[in-house]
């Protein structure tokens, strides 16, 4: 399903929001990234409050995290990447270690992080998931994390 431009669900005037993203799979990081982008923007977000920053794969995103809100002074941040499973099982070692890492840097800073971390079978189903005809979740993890903005800290 697209995601259409409606009024704010939330309104992020004023907030800065670092995206950090894992460029592991160029394709579906760029239509994670402009979910994101899209998402914010609908919570009246500018586009000079959306600090964006790459990192070569998903077990690189908590420190990535870490180091945006430290440096950035950002009210959130939201982390995008894909995992996809193969033959060993590298993939659950990078997607629960992402996982476990991003959670961590939440509750250590208490800054909200947006999980959009794809951890799938196929490629094709982490395509599905970042198409933006098909319910992109880099916009939904944006979302997650404007939503985490609303609680008083």
């Known amino acids: 399903m697209k995601q259409t431009a409606a009024a704010p669900r ?3 005037s004023g907030k800065r ?3 950090v993203c894992a460029q592991f799979y160029p394709q579906l990081a760029e239509m994670l990234m402009q979910g ?3 998402a914010l923007r609908e919570c009246s977000v500018t586009d000079s409050d959306i600090l964006a920053f790459d990192v070569p794969g998903c077990f690189e995103l908590p420190l990535a995290a870490a180091r945006a ?3 950035t002074h950002c009210n959130a941040v939201v982390a995008l990447g894909a995992v ?3 033959q060993t099982p590298h993939f659950d070692y990078v997607a ?4 476990r890492g991003l959670m961590s840097v939440q509750l250590e800073t208490r ?3 947006g999980f959009g971390v794809l951890t799938t ?3 094709d189903q982490a395509e599905e998931r970042a198409d933006p005809h098909r319910g992109n979740k880099g916009h939904a993890a944006a979302m997650a994390a404007a939503s985490l903005l609303q609680i008083p800290a």
């Not at 629960?96 to 996982?99: F, Q, S, V, W």
């Open 10 to 12: 939330f309104d992020l």
């Open 17 to 19: 929001v670092a995206v």
């Open 36 to 38: 994101a982008r899209d």
């Open 69 to 71: 809100i430290s440096s």
């Open 84 to 86: 996809v499973r193969g």
């Open 96 to 99: 629960g270690e992402c996982a």
């Open 111 to 113: 800054c909200p992080i």
């Open 121 to 123: 079978d196929t490629y």
